[in-house]
């Protein structure tokens, strides 16, 4: 049997809970497949500030580089909010991205027909919706330097950032991003502001340029501002979305709340060679933390790319979505997506329906 | 009487028939009031570029500056699409605002009791949403300097910008976002990334350092990627927004199309003191140019603001205002915004039935 360690990082608010849930369904689906998965849980996020006094500890780091893949709940919290920059939980998240190196953010936007009233959006606009956004994760105006604070000519205090790629970036997000359009609708959208950014000048040159290598994937260029705008006018019409890391910040949630159940959504991060990093879109929701209501869908469905982008296991990854598709048909919904005539369930009770259905 | 100068800026596309119509509007509003108008067409975009060369011939930005105010149509083209940067219609755009200072972007989303159907989004998501996005306009990334292309250690090419503020440009900025959310619902929501990049940092300490100065405004902060779902999900949770130029350029184009008739939206542009320059938000749309097929209402509803907030003559601009309602309550529909049971009409024609109107 294949054996893997599989690094867990609970984080914050209601991560602890769904990560707990969807470690079972990793194991039980895993098993299924004779893959062995052994779990360390370790420390990150405002739950690694309260203990160690840092968002991400050296132990966690070396941990996760250590493993095969790592499943992350969520961080963050109010607690934390006014922390200065290198003691937020947020700092921690960048610093694991960056040390494990995974430039490549994949975030699955789909609307399931058994939630397509979920969306604020018609239902003929909603339905059938299925994009797949790639964002580069490690550099762009995230990383780039100089940053900081400073003085200007005036006298006047100013704050700047970076927006930077290099050719090399660019290349691999964009082979990364032909390589996914070819598996999925084979029609790739790369969204910049070459109109106005040399920085996107330069990415729009290198992804034409990246394309030659994939006759088989259509390739289109958009402006951001009117991206932002087709994802509400006519979703359908993007498959695979390829763009820079603030950009794709913006449309990856932008894209999943078109989808109206963004409890459901999951995303991988993934790089060259080494663990990737597999975590739900959704954030630490503090309110509802320790209440056994969130939704454990997206980090199941997390674990599920984990298996699949991360360990190589598909079909392991296939019962996970299986289960999950299975579970909605028989009727059970968190309070997020409940709607009536539905059975309303908690975090735990969604779990067990998931093992049940695999 | 008070009289004025009027810069007109036809522009590409649909600018020129958009413009025309408007420019009737505008006189016969003003002739109203006792405003006399008299207008200066001047080139710019493509249709410079083709005349003499230049996107932005200095004869029209002095023209401009010299004027009391700019009314523009649209510019850009595939024509123009591969120029290089300082040959775009984009460029003459970026510095025409630049040349005449207009920092404040004003941007309307409402969605209109006649034309709630034309909006992606259900009915009781989209009904009554009614937003005012103010966007920083002259600096940010689309100015920041350093900016170029480049090579790194490793010998690559490079492409990078700088986003990059000051503590007066975000102040000026925040006041005008303050007085005009003063005038409307009292709340002004505040649009960052400041868990991650330190000019957005600066952003949020400089807009809440202003917020005291005006006690009765109610200000919030929200994380861009977070707006840019909220938008989606819940507009009317919005009523006046403050941004950079980046976001700005992202969220007033998301707002906008979920309106669903980004034909009827119009764009004020204004700096401290100096002429404001008008313009409709939509593009020159090059397909349906020269064939009277444009919805001109953006336009004419950017020439009241150009009366309001230009010349200060509100009372015209509010008869401009109630004759496209009333247009509208008539059943008048450009192609954009036609629905079966009313009247679809051409350009031309609209602004007849809007004079008429008035
Ligand atoms: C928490 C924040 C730093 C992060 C980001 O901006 O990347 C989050 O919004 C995300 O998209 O994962
Ligand atoms: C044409 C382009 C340079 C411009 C911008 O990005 O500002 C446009 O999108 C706008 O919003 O007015």
Redesign the interface.
């Given at each position: 049997a294949r054996s893997y360690i599989i690094t867990l990082l609970p984080g914050d608010g209601i991560g602890p809970e769904v990560v707990a849930v969807a470690k079972d369904v990793l194991s039980a689906a895993g098993a299924k497949e004779g893959v062995e998965l052994r779990f360390r849980e370790m420390l990150m996020g405002g739950a690694a500030l309260d203990a160690v006094g840092v968002p991400l500890p050296d132990e966690t780091l070396a941990a996760a580089q250590a493993s095969d893949a790592i499943l992350l709940g969520a961080i963050g919290g109010y607690k934390w909010d006014s922390n200065e920059?290198h003691l937020?939980p947020?700092t921690g998240l960048?610093n694991i991205r960056a040390g494990l190196g995974v430039f490549a953010n994949l975030r699955p936007a789909t609307v399931l027909p058994q939630l397509v009233d979920a969306s604020?959006?018609?239902k003929e606009?909603a339905e059938g919706v299925d994009i797949m956004v790639v964002r580069e994760l490690t550099g762009g105006?995230?990383f780039?330097q100089p940053?900081?604070?400073g003085t200007?000519d005036?006298g006047?205090?100013?704050?700047?950032?970076?927006?930077?790629?290099?050719?090399?970036e660019i290349d691999r997000i964009a082979r990364v991003a032909f390589e996914v359009a070819r598996k999925r609708g084979g029609k790739l959208c790369s969204v910049d502001?070459a109109?106005?950014?040399?920085?996107?000048?330069?990415?729009r040159k290198r992804v034409t340029a990246i394309a030659s290598e994939f006759p088989d994937v259509e390739l289109s260029h958009m402006y951001?501002?009117?991206a932002?705008?087709?994802?509400?006018?006519?979703p359908k019409q993007f498959d695979t979305i390829v763009t820079n890391n603030?950009?794709g910040?913006?449309?990856?949630?932008?894209a999943?709340?078109?989808t109206g159940s963004?409890g459901m959504l999951p995303s991988a991060s993934v790089g060259e060679s080494g663990p990737g990093l597999f975590e739900p879109i959704h954030g630490s929701a503090p309110d509802i933390a320790g209440q056994d209501k969130a939704n454990p869908l997206a980090t199941i469905l997390s674990a599920a790319m984990l298996l699949k982008y991360g360990l190589g296991a598909e079909t392991a990854a296939k019962r996970i979505e299986t289960a999950v598709t299975e579970t909605l048909d028989n009727g059970f919904r968190t309070g997020d997506i409940y709607s009536p005539g539905t059975t309303l369930v908690g975090c735990k009770r969604m779990g067990e329906e998931v093992l049940k259905a695999l």
């Open positions: 920059k937020k947020e960048l604020t959006l018609k606009v105006i995230y780039g940053r900081g604070f200007n005036m006047e205090e100013i704050g700047f950032n970076t927006e930077i790629y290099s050719v090399s502001k109109n106005v950014l040399e920085a996107s000048m330069l990415w951001v501002d009117n932002s705008m087709q994802l509400v006018r006519n603030i950009f910040d913006i449309l990856s949630d932008e999943s709340m078109i963004i």
